[in-house]
């Protein structure tokens, strides 16, 4: 984030660090679209920042530990919002 925030989101390095972490096949990744859908109020949660607002938190990571673990988090869609973990535990889709 700090590449992007310092260079902007289409800055070269943070580019290739999001292809090789983040998007395609990777373990970062959104949740499908009939997910978002059908799932919506489950990938809601409580702003950390903004009491009573709520964030949709599409994005997650896979991590497999004694058990598979989910990270939800706000990827933010521009160089001013902060990105947001909200949720770290098991599967909820």
């Known amino acids: 984030m700090d590449i992007r925030d310092q260079n902007g989101p289409n800055a070269p390095e943070y580019n ?3 292809q090789d972490h983040v998007s395609g096949t990777n373990k970062f990744s959104d949740e499908s679209e ?4 059908n799932m919506v109020s489950a990938l809601t949660f409580a702003h950390p920042d903004k009491p ?6 599409s994005w997650h990571g896979k991590v497999n530990y004694s058990f598979p673990i989910r990270i939800h988090f706000k990827w933010p869609e521009d160089n001013v919002t902060p990105l947001y973990v909200v949720y770290i535990g098991r599967h909820i889709t």
């Open 16 to 18: 290739r660090l999001f």
């Open 34 to 37: 009939s997910n978002k859908l």
């Open 52 to 57: 009573g607002e709520t964030l949709l938190c």
